[in-house]
């Protein structure tokens, strides 16, 4: 087409034509008077456009491709996100064994003693208050928890409450310094008072200087006047070196704790005290001694003129005897 006066005037009108049956197109909605003609249109180049896709559906396919790989990429990372989860949640499960253990011996050590306690959780080491072996313990006031109550677990004395808040508690450890407790013999009943050495075992005073006591022999708490800061019975060590003894009013022993104070994590505080002292029964059950094997060796009768014989018996032999 020539470039003249009339092919412009006709560009012009086609393009006013074309912007008023959009503005009716769109003014009309799905009642729009072109909206037949619309559907004429896409049912004549619908296959024409279906053709067109399929003749450049490998490009297509390719630049979907590059537009999925970082949506693969998050979800190789989501997945990645999710494993990480799984083994922490398999950690946390064996923790929780762990715990559920602690407990479960806990509270067969407050059974067998009659003691009522309130379950708690370590959740802090050390405290403003300048003691060097305590712990912070997860319920405090609210909880009925008050100064000077016997602190426990599943193998046996752990410390005494000194400070209580509102929701949480400090404990004082018995490997503290500042820590005493009296205690009772096995059996023997003899009593002393036991103090904390940090790391080292325990020292206890026995009041009696001339007792006899031997590596292996075990204690427990004494107990205290109306029940604080000490309940009775409750295991406390047992015996690793005893001091020779000088004459003097009391002995020296060193016992080996049954808590380990570097891995507390589940305690129970003793809010009710037992109706009675029940005395070595918390005491674990000692392992019983592996049976010794004895062999008797019969000495062979010699000779009255000193000379040895070369008879053999059948069993010798490899007979059988009749």
Known sequence: MRDTRESRLLLVLLIAIAFALITVDIRGGQESPVDGARQAAAAAFGPVEKGMAAAVDPVGNAIGAVRDSGERHTRIAALEKENAELKAKLGSDDRNRNRLRELDAMLKTAGAGQYGIKGAQVIAIGAAQGFSWTVTIDVGARDG?????????????????????????????ASDPDFTVGTRMEKSDELGFATGQGDSPLLVQLLNGKAKVKPGDRLVTFGSRADKPFVPGVPVGEVVRVDPAAGGLTRNIYVRPYVGFTRLDIVGVVVQAPKSDPRDTVLPQKPKPAPTVTVTVTPTATPPDGQQTNQQTPQDQGGVTP
Not at 145 to 169: A, E, H, K, Y
């Open 145 to 173: 928890i008050t100064r000077d109550m016997t602190v426990l677990n599943g193998s046996g004395l752990v410390g005494r409450v000194t400070t209580v808040g509102p929701s949480t508690s400090t404990v004082l450890l």
